[in-house]
């Protein structure tokens, strides 16, 4: 059961658009796309969900192309509360997840 | 307020000691899983259950128990077999039926050795 691929790592500023993309090179024809945001000593909290194409709540927005092989995660004018760690697990089946490294967004003043 | 609640937040055992780390929800979840965190690196599953009185291994099971007697609760045990504790404890659950509905996740449990 693969994992999935993501930057370890990414800077931005205030105020900047960040979009953090992820490959799913294994994903299933039932799985959806799934990101959670982590910060230290606190458990991951749910962003966003999508199958395909875009998907807009409050605080991102996933892009999920045609071949769903990707997906790209976009958070609007970032502050710096949104430093934290970004997760795209896949999936193992059972619905369980199965977590990479993460990417770890540090946004500067 | 529904959620899920971890305890405690910080725990010590030491050498040859069982532990048990807390979790319980009232979001009426039937599926709820274990997952341990190392420093610097993603979350791995120790244990998950679907529905009451059934539970399955996870990755990385070994030298870990748990039990799942009420639909809320889905205690861990580190046993004196793990040789390896120290790490960042974490409990999620999900609703299971239609759709693809997202795991969420308590804050944490953190254990170390004296």
């Known amino acids: 059961l693969a994992k999935t691929t993501q930057p370890i790592s990414m800077d931005s500023y205030e105020g900047q658009e960040v979009n953090i993309t992820c490959s799913h090179n294994n994903i299933a024809t039932n799985d959806y796309i799934t990101w959670y945001q982590q910060f230290p000593s606190q458990g991951p909290r749910f962003i966003i969900q999508g199958y395909k194409t875009k998907v807009t709540n409050e605080v991102a927005s996933l892009f999920i192309p045609a071949d769903r092989k990707s997906s790209t995660l976009s958070l609007p004018r970032v502050s710096l509360s949104d430093t934290a760690v970004y997760y795209c697990?896949?999936?193992?089946?059972?619905?369980?997840?199965?977590f990479g490294a993460g990417t770890r967004l540090a946004v500067h003043p | 307020d529904g959620g899920i609640t971890q305890s405690p937040k910080y725990l010590f055992r030491k050498e040859g000691q069982n532990v048990t780390l807390s979790c319980e929800q009232n979001l009426n979840h039937d599926a709820m899983y274990w997952y341990r965190q190392d420093p610097g690196q993603g979350l791995r599953l120790i244990y998950y259950s679907q529905i009451v009185n059934d539970f399955q291994k996870g990755d990385i099971a070994e030298g870990y128990s748990v039990s799942r007697e009420k639909k809320e609760s889905f205690p861990l045990t580190v046993t004196s077999a793990q040789k390896n504790p120290t790490a960042f404890y974490l409990c999620?659950?999900?609703?299971?039926?239609?759709?693809?509905?997202?795991?969420?996740f308590g804050d944490g449990t953190r254990l170390s050795i004296l």
């Open positions: 999620a659950s999900r609703p299971t039926g239609e759709g693809n509905q997202p795991q969420h």
């Open positions: 697990p896949s999936s193992g089946g059972y619905n369980k997840l199965i």
